[in-house]
């Protein structure tokens, strides 16, 4: 093991840690720009588009489920979910499990809509350049899981 494969001290660790957030501050803001852009497209709002996201990846979820999961406030997802159930890409359903917490299910005009959007973005996806490999791309999803990890306890309510 050469000093590039050994685990950082603390205090370097602290400050790498550090740049690593800063890019994914500027990252996720120019995300956000571009998924706006796209809203002309579409329709949906960033807050929708991640609604949507979760129930054609996961199926139908409660509210308080899919605020867990995005690790935002229930009343903002609320918020989402009636803006999705507004233009017909989301309804409610039972819930077996829980009387009055019922299940959002996304739509077939719902899933046309989150379908569009993710090849959109696909192929914007695409384009970034730099030549990766995939034991990069494992590399950076393993660490931002392990960044992510340490704030496993943040309440978000």
Known sequence: MNDM?????P????????????LIGALYRRGLRKLEQGEEVEGASVGVRSVLVLLHRY????????????ALTRQFVQRMVNDAMDRGWAEATPNPAHQRSSLIRITDEGEGVITAILAREHALNRQVGGELTEAELRAC???LKEM???????DVD
């Open 5 to 9: 494969d050994a685990p950082l001290p």
């Open 11 to 22: 205090d370097d660790l602290g400050h790498r840690v550090s740049e690593v957030f800063d």
């Open 59 to 70: 199926g139908p979820m409660t509210v308080p489920q899919m605020g867990r999961v995005m």
């Open 141 to 143: 999803v393993r660490v």
């Open 148 to 154: 992510l990890r340490t704030f496993d306890h943040v």
